[in-house]
DNA sequence: ACTTAGGGACGTCTAGGGACGTCTTGTGCT
DNA sequence: AGCACAAGACGTCCCTAGACGTCCCTAAGT
């Protein structure tokens, strides 16, 4: 019982099918064929491509990750990291989010001004109008914004 | 100021815009051009059809409500009464939860059996996996059944 | 003054699809 | 006994789209 978890992490054969998942994964991650900044195909595409299971998938994304070679955004999929640069705003209300954010704080929008409205958001960033809706929801929630039915939102006066 | 007041409802001069339209819909329910149990067109597109707001259509439509043409499902749309019968189970969940009770109540389900999974009810009623859902969820709000991760949701026993 | 109509904005619900997260249960190899 | 793997189930989040509900304001007709 103490044989195996006395091995240091890092000795394996290699002969586990995740690992060489792993490498072919990294190579093409290297050749430029998943390019920096573009998502990698989804855990069900590669667990279709190798004919593994998700979970085998899972780890070898894993060791991947903690190369730093990718990171994971839920719901999203994995991004090949660009060179020594943080991904931020990986989602898209997170965008417009924080746009309108940079703009209150700058002033560009003043407090008990009116805010563009959902559809003038949904043009401007061709998106639904949940997506717009999420990022005034943060906004709100954060206190910088109000909004009551029937007009238009409005920035909120700063305590 | 007492005149239109005082006037009964029947016999307008017609002038109104809303009051045309509502006979013109009426019509077509009538001829059966708008099938019994089949749903109205939008109130976007009827506003788009006859070129007047909203508003204006929403206030026809009360109308032939009124006069029980029509029931008007929310994020549904509105459908033509069937002569002399309840609409019951509007939406895809509701019939899918109703089958299940059914079920359950009969003892087709006893309790402690295993429910259909996602996947099945999916298959079965070739229906998204948030529909689904939705229909579980309130089974579960209802007690009938109970969910844990990992494995089938199962009936519950009855108190 | 009141009704009708128009038009805009925000709110809520139903439905569908994609992706990752977590858990459970088998099976086989070592 | 322990690990790797497969397979499946449930959970959560993001995104899109359509429909009705409610509220507010303005203009025009009466």
Request: hydrophobic fraction near 35%; charge should be positive; avoid cysteine.
């Amino acid at each position: 019982m103490r044989t195996a978890r006395n091995v240091r992490e890092g000795h394996l054969t290699g002969w586990r099918v995740y690992t060489q998942i792993a490498d072919r994964v990294r190579e093409r991650i290297l050749t430029g064929l998943y390019a920096a900044g573009t998502s990698l195909p989804s855990e069900a595409a590669l667990s279709a491509e190798f004919r593994v299971a998700r979970n085998t998938v899972r780890r070898a994304l894993r060791t991947l990750e903690a190369d730093g070679l990718i990171v994971t955004a839920p719901s999203k999929g994995r991004i090949v990291k660009t060179e020594g640069q943080e991904v931020t705003a990986v989602y898209r209300y997170q965008v417009i989010a924080g746009d309108l954010r940079r703009q209150i704080e700058r002033g560009d929008l003043a407090p008990g001004d009116t805010v563009p409205s959902v559809a003038e958001l949904r043009w401007l960033y061709d998106t639904s109008r949940n997506t717009v809706r999420q990022a005034l929801a943060e906004l709100q929630q954060e206190g910088l914004i109000m909004s009551r039915p029937g007009k238009r939102r409005f920035v909120r006066s700063r305590e």
